[in-house]
Each structure stands twice: as C-alpha cells, then as structure tokens.
Nanobody, 127 residues
C-alpha cells in the first residue's frame, strides 16, 4: 500500500506565503511523477505544478500559467517528499490542494504502475 500525507495548508492574507508538503510512503519502487492539484468550490480539479522523473535530462517541472513565477515545486528524492512553495498568494488561490503520485509499486505479487491521491489540504487566502 502507498500513503500520501499532506501538510502545510492554512489561512493566509493576500500576498503571503505557505509551503505545502506531501510525504509518500509504502511499497514504492520508483516514482514516475508527483504533482499538486487544486479544486476550488464549484470548479474542476486542476493541475498546479508537477515534477516528472526523467532518466536522461533530469526531472522536468510543469506549472499552471496562473501560478508561474509565484509557486515553486520541488522534491526530496531521499524522503519521497514533494513540496510546493507558494508566494504572493491571491484570493483566487483558495482551494483544497491535493498531492498526486504516479509510481511503480510492488503489489505483493507483481510490480504495477499506479496513481495515488492525498486527502487534500485546505488553503484559504483572504483579501
């Protein structure tokens, strides 16, 4: 089994900063990608930022246009932990933020590539 534990959400004023963490544990053989998604009330879940593991050119990061220049995604490979540093927060960043993991895992009988989600952490930015 694989578990994702998120932390770091909270309430912050516009212009402030927060740092989200997502720790992955369990029978993880290799990580294909990790990312942060968010879902605001009445809206669809959207990608915020992600890191895709690459064997030759190094990890690749991807950001939603709305957060470029304000958010930074990073990963501690030794700890299987993903971070999201959020600066210059805006009220429109208010949402539940979810951690996503795509990894090759040991199921007990075979290796399989699966997709996992954290429980979500609330980020509220007041104006």
């Amino acid at each position: 089994q694989v578990q994702l534990v998120e932390s770091g959400g909270g309430v912050v004023q516009a212009g402030g900063s927060l740092r989200l963490s997502c720790a992955a544990s369990g029978s993880i053989f290799s990580i294909k990608a990790m990312g942060w998604y968010r879902q605001a009330p009445g809206k669809q879940r959207e990608l915020v930022a992600s890191i895709t593991s690459a064997t030759t050119s190094g990890d690749k990061t991807n950001y939603a246009d709305s957060v470029k220049g304000r958010f930074t995604v990073s990963r501690d490979n030794a700890k299987n932990t993903l971070y999201l540093q959020m600066n210059s927060l805006k009220p429109e960043d208010t949402a539940v933020y979810y951690c996503n993991l795509v990894a090759r895992v040991w199921t007990g009988s075979v290796y399989d590539t699966s997709d996992y989600w954290g429980q979500g952490t609330q980020v509220t930015v007041s104006s």
